[in-house]
């Protein structure tokens, strides 16, 4: 059985060329960059919760409380 490795940081911004949130997922030196189709003024808890999904999907755990949001 495979087992998530967890992510060492996670930050969340706003990618306005793109209209989109950009989640990027770093672990060690390798950065993996996705994005999510929350709405502009989505809550934190909402871009929170995406970024654990999709590190979920990665194969990556994050503990929410260590997403870092940036808003425009």
Same mark, same amino acid.
């Given at each position: 059985?495979?087992?998530?490795?967890?992510?060492?940081?996670? #930050? =969340?911004? %706003?990618? #306005?060329?793109?209209? %989109?949130?950009?989640?990027?997922?770093?672990?060690?030196?390798? =950065?993996? %960059?996705?994005?999510?189709?929350? $709405? *502009?003024?989505?809550?934190?808890?909402?871009? %929170?919760?995406?970024?654990? *999904?999709?590190?979920?999907?990665?194969?990556?755990? =994050?503990? $929410?409380?260590?997403? =870092?949001?940036?808003? $425009?």
């Amino acid at each position: 059985m495979l087992r998530n490795m967890e992510a060492d940081r996670v #930050e =969340v911004t %706003r990618d #306005e060329q793109h209209k %989109r949130w950009l989640i990027r997922i770093q672990i060690g030196e390798e =950065v993996i %960059r996705r994005y999510t189709h929350e $709405p *502009k003024d989505a809550s934190q808890d909402t871009l %929170r919760i995406a970024a654990v *999904k999709i590190a979920g999907d990665e194969g990556y755990t =994050v503990n $929410p409380a260590h997403i =870092v949001v940036s808003r $425009p």
